[in-house]
């Protein structure tokens, strides 16, 4: 249902809360293009992967055992379990599960995780209100370009202010997703969206000072925006100009606000196929430094006792966030590109084949003192080619390695794996689903659920996709 000139300038008029409700409210799955439906089911695979990698983590566990009893008469499932709770706590779990692991998709331009947020309140309230697979999908896309939408208009002065967009901007989608779900008017999503601005929040104060509250900032903007759409349900109002209105979510949470970009080609064109999957758990922004370094090692056949010092060319977004070099704990490494890139080179002369960096990787490196002396003679510096050739959908990077008894050797990456531009296609992200699950699912179980699960939008009901258990 392509959107014209004209009624984009009738949604400017009604604002852009109005806008994206009406965009939810209308939006059909026959009318959505086909490489559209293909990125979804991608994106699927690779959210119930991280699920599988993150569902048994200390911090998931916690949280599970906090809300295990918490029940209701609107129950779902917590994902690979045969345990069901409270639907908002089990979108909370489950987004805890899928997105602490740094392993998630990401939209470059909108700095944010959209899928961890939406996948998890859209499968929760999809078991809720019984429904099929096509409603999901048309849910999660909803609430995708939602999440996407808002953030990049508010961003990078959102991010630069002190928030993380995954939570404040993440609760805005899984409320979006979940009014589509509950058939709600389009009134009552706006609603939904207006309750959703006064839940968001989520610092970024872990980039400077560690803390687990990363590993479950999904999970609460799961939860608010399950929340919100059952509020709006109910009959309850949240402000019709939440985001944009003069102390609505954008100019609080904002220096800056282009409400043009919220509204522009709205269900006609879709952000979320400028999405990144990631090959190494950690930032989307260190990927291409973490290639350069595998690249280099590789190449050159570089041991780390070789090293004298690294540069790692980045773009200046990335400065204090990503660049500390004496990360101070776990959650902090994952961040840190200075020792993402040592624990690259640590891993080339202790394996064979493609190299992916995970959660399991961060956390063995961070005692061993070898990669965290290397990770302290890599800086970080401002790179005017990396700047010039990051875009809204990949960040670039140049990786240059001082040898002691060799001449410098560096290398300059554009497109890592898995941005638009050099995409991980279904075969990709099921292979991957397949290695990282099958030890805790079995082999056969992961290869039934992949054939299963083929044409979601064909399901009555999402029970198929359910049917995953951990090994006992």
Known sequence: MPTSKT?????????????????GHDLQWQNVPEHVKNILHVLMVDIFRATVGGIDRPWTQDILALYKHHRSEQCAQVMLHDLEVDVAKAAFINATACGSLDWDDSHVAAIIHPGICVWPAAIAMAQVTKAS?????????????????????????????????????????????????????????????????????????????????????????????VEAALLAAQGLSGPKDAIE????????????????????????????????????????????AIECALRLAKAHHIHMD??????IGVHPAMVGKLTANQPVDHQQAQLSTPFAVAL??????????????????????FGEQEVMALAAKIHCVVDEEV?????????????????????????????????????????DVSARFVSLSQDRLGQEACLDWLSTTKDVSQMSTIEPLMKLRLLS
Do not use: W
């Not at 070789?306 to 540069?311: D, L, P």
């Not at 064979?352 to 959660?359: D, F, N, R, W, Y």
């Not at 809204?392 to 990456?413: C, D, G, M, W, Y």
């Open 344 to 365: 690259a080179f640590d891993l080339s002369t202790k394996r064979t084949g493609p190299i992916s960096l995970s959660i399991d990787d961060f956390a063995k490196a």
């Open 306 to 311: 070789q090293i004298e010092s690294v540069s």
């Open 245 to 288: 209105g003069v102390q609505g979510f954008a100019r609080a949470f904002s220096n800056r606000f282009d409400e043009a970009t919220v509204i522009d080609r709205l269900g006609s064109y879709y952000e979320i196929e400028k999405i990144s999957l990631k090959p190494h758990a950690g930032s989307v922004r260190m990927q291409s």
């Open 7 to 23: 009624n984009n300038s009738a949604q400017a008029s009604l604002g852009a809360t109005h806008a994206l409700a009406q965009f």
């Open 133 to 225: 697979g096509k409603a999901l999908l048309e849910a999660c896309l909803v609430g995708y370009e939602t999440a996407i939408r808002i953030g990049m208009s508010i961003q990078p002065e959102h991010s630069l202010r002190g928030f993380q967009g995954t939570p404040t901007c993440g609760a805005f989608g899984a409320a979006a997703a979940c009014a589509k779900l509950l058939g709600l008017s389009v009134e009552q999503h706006r609603n939904a969206l207006g309750i959703a601005a006064t839940f968001a929040c989520g610092i970024s104060q872990f980039f400077v000072s560690g803390s687990d509250i990363k590993r479950f900032h999904a999970g609460k903007a799961a939860m608010n925006g």
């Open 387 to 427: 700047e010039r050739k990051t875009t809204q959908e990949s960040v670039a990077a140049r990786v240059r390695v001082h040898l002691k008894n060799a001449a410098p050797v560096e290398t300059f990456i554009e497109h890592p794996l898995g941005c638009p531009a050099n995409p991980m296609g279904l075969s």
